[in-house]
């Protein structure tokens, strides 16, 4: 099966030559860098590594877009009155800002809950229904990313207070608009400045409200504006399908110095992009591998960016796009919740088995989070984050959830320093991203099957079809399902002689597969359309057709747009379904 082609010489060869020499003096190098989006700093990281693929010989282009990049800057909240004093506080990237000019209001606490996982910290559930919060500062739990002061601000709040769950307070993004916005997702940002506090200040701030109002003075200030942000893309070219190419990719920028987010991942790019040099004449495709700025500060801006400009290219040719984002980190010796797409499940599990022998786990479907910017387009993505602590080792450390540094709460922190690399951890990743990219590389048929995401579609819809009862028939979507289910056995069982078959009848099988897997994707992954990204939010499988979850406690009004929102995303499904199943049995022929 396609999933389990192995080229045991070459791979041993490769991962024989892959050293820790290079991204332990990257890591070094990049440890005196606060790499702020389009700063001096990051420009000085872009040519450490320009630098050294100079010396390589490896062709690469440094882009140069303009993006919408926002830098928080200072920040203060103070009580007022008797015993009152300056708290330590941040704001986000895109809050809102009064321009260092303080404001004073009285202080009001809604109690939340810290996000339980990965997943909720993307999420954005938070209400404060019944509370009159007009001209108030609202402090709440949370790390206040994503968006979760929206609802706050329409009830009429000056700001919003988010106490952080530990001793530091990480650094955040307040948008939702992925990458830079466009006329239709402008504006997606908080609406009211966001400040954030550690937990033992919050704990303060609570216990003095439970004494009496509580007047604070705050102020913040954010440089929100268009500036230009460094893209580096290398390419090692393929021998057999050069037009063909898969996409590894990770993010330059960081908060503070970044070590475990992301130098370690700047680090693997970079040697890996040496080592496959080095064994170039060996690969089929093209590699190309790309180091974005705009992740933490545009919200993605720089692989947004890169999905926009070449969207044809990556249309017609990106194999799979692989992320690399915090390997290598401390104690992250597991592969527990790692993202992938269903179609990549059993590749992505024997390539972790056969590298360090342990079993692994998916978080289901990947999260709209990372620099995923791919899935308008429906490029297939596996390891946006790579080894993880164990469950045990974080509970025992009382570790809250976290976004990256393989768990490490140094994250988005001045603690993320050389101290959350570590040597044998990074050379394990780095020997799994080389055999994930060398493997989707040379396999005669890209190692992907997407019979597993048919399966996920359709334990969606049957889900969806549970919460709507009678109200809606989901009979349409199951049929189509079905039958591009059995269109792609077919499919398949007759890969197995192309396989042995000529270069044309290979790459008319791989484009084959390329387009079920554009129409799956995006349809699995998104709403907004092929050449626009959905926003940066928690987002189920087949979005157009999950409100039908909301049916049973619908009122009669919101019953009827439920209905036609479902009718119109089941005929998308149906017909998008039916274009991949002609194009699978066309393909089995
Ligand atoms: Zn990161």
């Known amino acids: 099966m396609n999933q389990h082609w192995k080229d045991e010489a070459t791979e041993q060869a490769i991962l024989a030559d892959i050293s820790l020499d290079e991204p332990w003096a990257l890591l070094e190098e990049f440890s005196q860098l606060t790499r702020l989006s389009g700063s001096e700093d990051e420009a000085r990281a872009a040519r450490y590594i320009t630098g050294k693929l100079d010396e390589w010989g490896i062709s690469y282009q440094v882009h140069h877009p303009t993006t919408l990049i926002s830098l928080p800057g200072p920040a203060s909240l103070r009580t007022l009155g008797e015993g009152g004093r300056e708290y330590r ?25 810290q996000a339980a996982g990965m997943t909720e910290l993307f999420g954005e559930q938070r209400s404060a229904e019944g509370l009159d919060l007009r001209g108030k500062v609202v402090m709440t739990e949370g790390l206040g990313i994503a968006a979760r002061g929206f609802d706050l601000a329409e009830s009429g709040a000056v700001a919003a207070l988010f106490i952080n769950p530990g001793q530091n307070i990480h650094e955040g993004i307040t948008t939702t608009t992925w990458g830079s916005p466009d006329l239709d997702s402008d504006g997606r940002t908080a609406p009211i400045p966001i400040l954030t506090i550690n937990h033992p200040d919050g704990q303060e701030l609570v216990a003095k409200l439970n004494e009496g109002p509580v007047e604070v003075a705050f102020a913040n200030q954010t440089d929100t504006g268009w500036r230009q942000i460094p893209v580096i893309v290398a390419e090692i070219p393929g021998n057999q399908f050069p037009e063909e ?43 190309r591998i790309a180091w974005w700025s705009g ?35 401390r104690w992250a010796t597991v592969y527990e919740g790692v993202s992938w797409m269903s179609e990549a499940e059993g590749f992505c599990q024997a390539v972790i088995r056969d590298v360090t ?21 429906g490029v297939t993505t596996y390891f946006m984050l790579s080894s993880t602590m164990p469950e045990e080792l974080l509970r025992e450390k009382g570790y809250y959830p976290v976004g990256g540094c393989g768990g490490n709460i140094a994250w988005h922190t001045e603690d993320d320093t050389m101290e959350i690399a570590d040597r044998d951890n990074l050379l394990r990743d780095m020997r799994v991203y080389a055999t994930a990219v060398f493997r989707s590389l040379n396999a005669p048929i890209a190692p992907f099957d997407y019979r597993a995401t048919v399966d996920e ?12 009862g009678d109200a809606f028939d989901f009979g ?8 591009l289910r059995g269109a792609l056995d077919n499919f398949y069982s007759s890969l197995v002689v192309s396989e042995e078959g000529d270069v044309a009848s290979l790459r008319r099988a791989n484009a084959a597969q390329r387009a079920i897997g554009r129409t799956l994707v995006s349809l699995g992954y998104t709403r907004d359309g092929r050449f626009r990204q959905d926003p940066a939010r928690a987002i189920p499988t087949l979005p157009d057709l999950a409100v039908a ?19 119109r995303g089941q005929n998308r499904l149906v017909w998008e379904v039916g274009q991949a199943t002609q194009i699978a049995t066309q393909a089995a022929r």
């Open 89 to 113: 506080v941040k704001t986000t990237s895109f809050s809102p800002h009064t321009n260092g000019e303080e404001v004073t209001a009285e202080l009001v606490y809604v109690p939340g809950q």
């Open 245 to 287: 190419f898969v996409l590894f990719h990770g993010h330059l920028d960081s908060w503070h110095v970044g070590i475990g987010d992301n130098a370690t991942g700047d680090a693997t790019l970079l040697e890996l992009a040496r080592v496959f040099h080095l064994h170039r004449d060996k690969l089929a495709r093209s590699l």
């Open 295 to 329: 992740h933490s500060h545009g919200r993605y801006a720089g692989s947004t960016w890169y999905a926009d400009e070449f969207a044809l290219d990556l249309m017609a040719n990106c194999v799979s796009h692989i992320n690399c984002d915090s390997p290598g980190c």
């Open 357 to 377: 022998g342990q079993d692994s786990s998916g978080e289901g479907h990947v999260l709209r989070a990372g620099d995923c910017s791919f899935n308008n387009l």
């Open 457 to 468: 579609l359709t334990a969606a819809v049957r889900e969806y079809q549970d919460a709507a």
């Open 476 to 483: 349409e979507s199951f049929a189509a399902l079905e039958m």
């Open 549 to 567: 979850r909301d049916l049973p406690n619908a009122d009669e009004h919101t019953r009827h747009l439920i209905i036609n929102s479902l009718v």
